[in-house]
């Protein structure tokens, strides 16, 4: 089905409008920039998903918001994900979307818009551990997807003490570490393409 570019498909769990995850994700995406490599943010909130729900699909076939997602997944090599973590999970917004993303017009797996991605993971949160539990359910959810998740992940714990007004990480390690997610998953967009 897909024919990748060496692009990066960005998009976060949360739509908030004062939301932490939206600074991360800018800053992740910035540093995948800086290697070559161009991405596509995309707001989950533009246009929204309705919630899952198996009799609209038997009905109506996909929303249109799911088709383009599948689309612009299928277009690109690389999947970056701001995921903020609610009770140790992925958002709601986050899941439904993925799980939209993985239903093909008559359910055929050959159509996938995941296989073949590379993804990586940030978040942040206001308690001391930076929503590092949700990341570990993403990663699994998206294994299960087809996505090869890179190792390396960043997680800004205490992060409104550490994000500036401006949206700027004001900790130069949790900078470091965001930015390097970014990087890494442009490194290995661009290796897959030799
Ligand atoms: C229902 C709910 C559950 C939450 N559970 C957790 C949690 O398990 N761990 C955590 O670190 N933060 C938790 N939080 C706090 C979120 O990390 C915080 O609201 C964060 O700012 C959400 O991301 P956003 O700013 O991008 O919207 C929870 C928030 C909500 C609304």
Redesign the pocket.
Known sequence: MADRAPRILAF?G?T?R????RPLLRLAVRAAEAEGVPCTVVDLRDPPLPIYDGDLEREQGLPEAAVRLRELMAAHRGLLLAS?????HPTPLLVNALDWMSRAPGARPDLSPFAGVVGALVAA???P?G?I?GLAVVRGLLANLGVTVLARQAAVGSAPDRLAPDGTLRDEGARRAVEAVGRDLARHVLALER
Not at 18 to 21: A, D, N, P, T, V
Not at 84 to 88: D, S
């Open positions: 976060s949360s908030r004062e939301s932490l995850h903020p973590e609610y009770n140790g949160s206001p308690g551990f929503g539990r």
